[in-house]
């Protein structure tokens, strides 16, 4: 009996001793030596939308700047909340963040509630600001439709078969496209969801709907080709990149005005020294002009330099922003 319980006392000190040094998920690694191996930015749709392509540039130059390897971890599907998702429930190491968007935070919380089963407020670490798009009302090159006026006149003859593509249900795409019918005279087409931004501009180069709300920096590219149309653009003033692209409000759609930002973001709980070292390198970034030009001729225009509290709130203040959008639109989103 007594060499059995200097046994268990033995085995028990071992297990408390075991406990005592195994570090939690987040602390497994010192600050200080962050990062030590390869970091990923997680996008929520398929390449060639707009958070692929920010992810992209500014993962070339995080690679240089933190002299560790950053790949771009794509996993499309329920307007990036399966993206999200995943980086809730990741380790809050710093290894694993997410370039997020107005879909899988503003508007699918709310809009689609089953497949965003994560708080865009409380299950995140808001990083730092990146840039923002603004959508882009566009047809397909081998539709008659020359101007607004004449798809609006379109869709209200052709009602009952008249549709429009987006990059994924209760996605930015849904949402621009259901303001402007909202906003052009309540009117309707049917939603065709791709996986996607650039899914949707494949299928709208080969007419396979009537029209698309694009993230401008998704379309850009077509736009160029001739692949696609752009009618008028839901921004507050006039974009360089398509500079005679007259503004939403101009044809008499007030309060129309729409971009798809993009956000560094990571799972809750990340030790404050990484979330700083993560925010200083994305600042150092979006200031440097060759990365601005790049991001500029892609369609995103990058944001002044924010701190993580800065990022905090201004994710914050869009999220309330998309709820007043949403509760005009009704259940628009969910048909």
């Given at each position: 009996m007594t060499r059995f319980l200097g046994r268990a006392a033995s085995a028990l000190a071992l297990l408390v001793a075991a406990t005592m040094v195994t570090p939690t998920p987040a602390l497994a690694q010192s600050p200080d030596k962050y990062p030590d191996k390869p970091i990923t930015i997680t996008v929520g749709f398929a390449p060639g939308g707009t958070s692929d392509v920010a992810a992209r540039i500014l993962a070339e130059r995080l690679s240089q700047s933190l002299k560790t390897t950053v790949l771009v971890d794509n996993k499309p599907g329920a307007a990036?909340?399966?993206?999200?998702?995943?980086?809730?429930?990741?380790?809050?190491?710093?290894?694993?963040?997410?370039?997020?968007?107005?879909?899988?935070?503003?508007?699918?919380?709310?809009?689609?509630?089953?497949?965003?089963?994560?708080?865009?407020?409380?299950?995140?670490?808001?990083?730092?600001?990146?840039?923002?798009?603004?959508?882009?009302?566009?047809?397909?090159?081998?539709?008659?439709?020359?101007?607004?006026?004449?798809?609006?006149?379109?869709?209200?003859?052709?009602?009952?078969?008249?549709?429009?593509?987006?990059?994924?249900?209760?996605?930015?795409?849904?949402?621009?496209?259901?303001?402007?019918?909202?906003?052009?005279?309540?009117?309707?087409?049917?939603?065709?969801?791709?996986?996607?931004?650039?899914?949707?501009?494949?299928?709208?180069?080969?007419?396979?709907?009537?029209?698309?709300?694009?993230?401008?920096?998704?379309?850009?590219?077509?736009?160029?080709?001739g692949q696609v149309r752009p009618l008028a653009l839901a921004a507050p003033s006039a974009t360089p990149a398509v500079a005679k692209v007259p503004l939403l409000e101009q044809l008499g759609l007030p309060g129309a005005t729409m971009t798809s930002w993009v956000i560094m973001i990571g799972p809750r709980g990340m030790p404050p020294e990484i979330v700083d070292r993560l925010n200083k390198a994305i600042n150092d970034a979006i200031a440097d002009p060759v990365v601005q030009e790049r991001l500029l001729k892609a369609g995103i225009e990058t944001y002044k330099p924010a701190t993580p509290a800065e990022t905090g709130s201004y994710l914050k203040q869009e999220v309330e922003r998309y709820k007043a959008y949403q509760s005009e639109l009704g259940d628009r989103l969910t048909k």
């Amino acid at each position: 009996m007594t060499r059995f319980l200097g046994r268990a006392a033995s085995a028990l000190a071992l297990l408390v001793a075991a406990t005592m040094v195994t570090p939690t998920p987040a602390l497994a690694q010192s600050p200080d030596k962050y990062p030590d191996k390869p970091i990923t930015i997680t996008v929520g749709f398929a390449p060639g939308g707009t958070s692929d392509v920010a992810a992209r540039i500014l993962a070339e130059r995080l690679s240089q700047s933190l002299k560790t390897t950053v790949l771009v971890d794509n996993k499309p599907g329920a307007a990036g909340s399966i993206a999200a998702t995943a980086t809730a429930r990741a380790t809050p190491d710093g290894y694993k963040i997410m370039l997020s968007d107005p879909g899988a935070f503003a508007i699918n919380p709310i809009a689609m509630p089953q497949n965003a089963r994560y708080d865009p407020l409380t299950d995140f670490t808001p990083i730092a600001l990146v840039g923002q798009s603004p959508l882009v009302l566009v047809v397909p090159s081998n539709r008659p439709f020359t101007t607004a006026k004449a798809l609006n006149d379109h869709l209200k003859a052709n009602a009952s078969t008249a549709n429009y593509a987006s990059s994924g249900s209760a996605g930015i795409s849904q949402f621009g496209a259901e303001v402007y019918l909202k906003r052009a005279g309540d009117l309707s087409a049917l939603h065709v969801p791709y996986r996607g931004g650039a899914p949707m501009m494949e299928a709208l180069a080969k007419g396979e709907t009537d029209f698309g709300v694009a993230v401008l920096a998704s379309a850009m590219t077509m736009i160029e080709a001739g692949q696609v149309r752009p009618l008028a653009l839901a921004a507050p003033s006039a974009t360089p990149a398509v500079a005679k692209v007259p503004l939403l409000e101009q044809l008499g759609l007030p309060g129309a005005t729409m971009t798809s930002w993009v956000i560094m973001i990571g799972p809750r709980g990340m030790p404050p020294e990484i979330v700083d070292r993560l925010n200083k390198a994305i600042n150092d970034a979006i200031a440097d002009p060759v990365v601005q030009e790049r991001l500029l001729k892609a369609g995103i225009e990058t944001y002044k330099p924010a701190t993580p509290a800065e990022t905090g709130s201004y994710l914050k203040q869009e999220v309330e922003r998309y709820k007043a959008y949403q509760s005009e639109l009704g259940d628009r989103l969910t048909k």
